[in-house]
Every structure is written in C-alpha cells, then in structure tokens.
C-alpha cells in the first residue's frame, strides 16, 4: 500500500524504489487521506487506498524508538529496505493519521500510532540545542541506560540527532500539533507549541522579519536570510489557531478540511462523481 515517490505519468511505472512520507511524497498520502474525509467516506476507491497506506505504514516505515517508550518515527525505504531517516516534511503524519482515526471508525486503532509519532516528532526539536527542529533527523538504535539519561549517549550525541541540520521554518509538527490539541483538547499540545514558538522568536527572529536557520544544532545564529511563503500561511497560521478556543474552534474538521498549504475547504454535500478504476494502476506490482 506504499508507492514510490516518483512515477513515470506516461507509462503508470515507477521510477526508482524510494518511498517516503517526507518530501515528494508527503502531499500524496495527506490528501488521499483528505480527499477520503471531503467525501464522507462515501468515494471507495480513496477509501481502499486509504486502508492500504495505514497498513503499509504500519508494516513497512513504522519504527518504535528504543530511548524513549512513547515515541516512534517514520523510517523511508529503499530498494524495500528500511532508512532510518525522517523528514520534519514527514511530521504532517500524526495530525493527518489523527483526523483519519476521529472521522472514520475503522481506522480508530491508528490513533495510538499518531500519538507516538507526535512525541517522535517532537522530540526532533526539544532535543536540538536551539529547540529547532532539522529538516532531517534520525535516531539512536540502541537503548541507553536511564542513568546516563535517556536521550544522549556515551558522545553526548542526542537519542534523534540532525542528519540534514538546516531548518526553513516549516510548520509540520505544529500542524499535527494543533490537530492534538482541537481533538484532545490536552494542554500539553499548547505547551509543546509554546516551546517551539519560543525558540522561532529566539533564534530566527531579525529585525525585518523572520529567517530560517543554516544549523539547529549550534546556540547561535545561523541566518540563511530566506522566509518561506508557508511561514505565514501555514507555520504562524497553526501557531495561531492553536491558541485558539478549542470548545469553538474557528474551523470544526467535520465541516472545514485544510489542504496541504493551510487553507481551509468547507465539507460540502457534493458527492465527488464515481471515478473510474483503472486496471492498470491496481494491476501494478510496484506497491511495497
């Protein structure tokens, strides 16, 4: 129920054996699953896809982590083997994974799941010396003694750690962060998003705007002079409504759906024409 993340649009065939719910695949997986809610369930091709990328997930990227019991990450796959690598990008996945345990029963066991997801993805930035998280991070595989503390090891190298140290202001982790809190209405989603914000104004803020950083792993800053159009529309746009009242929450997700760029669709009762299914795309062997 995996596919890759490129696809030749001629022939229907894949190019390449990546897979990943980071970047270049992440908007595929966040709007069959969207797509699915916009049509109340009623579009049976989305919904057998969406049964299809849970399963995969669950069975192909899913990894627990062995430093802290309540969070898991996203692995990618190449050549069907697992790289224990995430993308923040990949961190829409526990607030997308949420709307679709809330809204479709059937799927409720997948909320379990996000949640672990969410303190993973949290933890890419609480455990960088900025609170910023990396665009791409991994983690320790072995578990460390609690003595020693459970996030670092023996080289002080934090149990998620910078792969690609950079960080752009993506909204990611806010995003499900906000989906936590409307659905749980648990504080400790406020909380989580308060410590992100703090560390945006302290080291991204300049004096005429904001501007993401070239290194999350120094306590300096590492301006790259560049703000990203998805700050405003997405990164503060969730910071916002988080701080929202939850009790009336300007958007319910029943009757609003935010596509990937942050902005909200109303639910209609438009029911989406029957699509026709193609041959071709379910005969294809190259679902991992």
């Not at 699953?33 to 969406?50: F, H």
């Not at 990618?76 to 679709?100: K, R, S, V, Y």
């Not at 609170?131 to 459970?150: K, M, N, Q, Y």
Request: glycine fraction near 6%; charged fraction near 25%; include cysteine.
């Amino acid at each position: 129920g995996l596919f890759p993340h490129l696809i030749n649009v001629n022939t229907g065939s894949p190019i390449g054996d990546h897979v990943t719910w980071g970047g270049m695949g992440d908007s595929f997986y966040e709007y069959l699953i969207k797509q699915l809610v916009v049509s109340k369930g009623k579009d049976p091709i989305k919904a057998e896809m969406v049964s299809q990328i849970i399963t995969g997930l669950q069975k192909k990227l899913l990894v627990d982590s062995p430093s802290d019991p309540n969070a898991s990450f996203l692995a990618n796959l190449d050549g069907g083997n697992q790289t224990l690598q995430m993308d923040e990008l990949a961190c829409f996945a526990p607030g997308t994974l949420l709307l679709a345990a809330r809204t479709f029963p059937e799927h409720k066991e997948i909320e379990t799941i996000a949640k672990r997801l969410m303190y993973g993805c949290y933890s890419a930035w609480d455990l960088t010396v900025t609170g910023l998280a990396p665009e791409i991070f991994s983690w320790e595989t072995e578990h460390h003694d609690r003595s020693r503390g459970v996030y670092y090891d023996e080289e002080n190298r934090p149990a998620v750690y910078p792969i690609h140290p950079s960080y752009i202001l993506r909204p990611e982790t806010i995003e499900s962060l906000y989906y936590f809190y409307v659905f749980t209405k648990d504080p400790i989603y406020q909380d989580m998003a308060w410590d992100i914000f703090s560390s945006l104004y302290t080291y991204c803020r300049s004096r005429s705007g904001y501007s993401g950083v070239k290194r999350v792993d120094v306590p300096m800053l590492t301006w790259d002079d560049r703000e990203e159009s998805f700050f405003f529309a997405e990164t503060l746009k969730y910071l916002y409504l988080i701080f929202d009242d939850p009790r009336k929450p300007r958007f319910p997700f029943d009757k609003w759906v935010f596509n990937t760029e942050a902005h909200p669709l109303r639910i209609t009762n438009i029911v989406p024409p029957s699509e026709i299914r193609s041959p071709k795309l379910y005969r294809q062997q190259w679902m991992y």
